[in-house]
């Protein structure tokens, strides 16, 4: 496995701000992921975020909303761009190690008013 | 497309009961699956997981075998406790493909 942390756990944001969600993982790997959990959901993927690559969006995530970025084999972020109360959600990140298994990041619960 | 749909809860049981949540899938050729476990205020851990047709996966006292004939990935405890109380969710990825496809929860409450 892999320890996987994430800055911040938890934020409360206004609308019509920013935030930047770090994820910090503690060996290398290719790909890593973007979930959100909205309240008493299940987890959505948000896109893919390949080192070298542009991100790979899902259907309904574009990228001006969550600007994603993989400087390295290590990091990523997410932003979440001008938030609206519907932004309200669990935010993780996960990274995939060998046999096709993912492991998850804390997360980082977001609140917007 | 592919997708995950497990029994609704909430779930209550008493310590030491058996546990079974049911999860079925439908998928094109053979996914790979899990049960990923989510406790109150933290992140989700992987549980468990099946590779191939018959595999059985087990971790923690929890079990859950790969059927390919009925498409289902159930989790069983033989004895749960108060401490298993969390949400379970069950998942599958397509063969070549990158994302996890996730069931929509099922909360489990255990009561001493």
């Known amino acids: 496995s892999a320890v996987i942390s994430q800055k911040p756990s938890r934020d409360i944001c206004q609308r019509g701000t920013s935030l930047t969600i770090q994820c910090q993982v503690d060996?290398?790997?290719?790909?890593m992921f973007w979930y959100r959990q909205q309240p008493g959901q299940s987890l959505t993927l948000i896109a893919t975020?390949?080192?070298?690559?542009?991100?790979?969006?899902e259907s309904g995530f574009v990228i001006d909303k969550f600007p994603i970025s993989r400087p390295n084999l290590t990091f990523s972020t997410l932003t979440v761009s001008n938030m609206s109360p519907e932004d309200s959600s669990i935010y993780l990140c996960?990274?995939?190690?060998?046999?096709?298994?993912?492991?998850f990041g804390p997360g980082t619960r977001l609140t917007v008013l | 497309g592919n997708s995950v749909t497990q029994m609704e809860g909430p779930v209550t049981l008493s310590e030491e009961a058996f546990l079974t949540i049911n999860c079925t899938y439908t998928a094109t050729g053979y996914p790979s699956l899990f049960w990923y476990v989510q406790y109150p205020g933290e992140g989700l851990q992987l549980l468990l997981k099946?590779?191939?047709?018959?595999d059985k996966g087990s971790n923690k006292g929890f079990e859950a075998t790969y059927r390919k004939e009925t498409t289902s990935f159930h989790l069983e405890k033989g004895s749960v406790q108060v401490s298993d109380s969390a949400v379970y969710f069950c998942?599958?990825?397509?063969?070549?493909?990158?994302?996890?496809?996730f069931g929509q929860g099922t909360r489990l409450t255990i009561n001493p």
């Open positions: 099946a590779t191939k047709a018959d």
């Open positions: 975020a390949n080192q070298g690559s542009e991100a790979t969006y």
């Open positions: 060996s290398q790997v290719t790909m």
């Open positions: 996960s990274v995939e190690l060998g046999a096709d298994t993912q492991y």
């Open positions: 998942a599958l990825r397509g063969p070549g493909a990158q994302k996890l496809v």
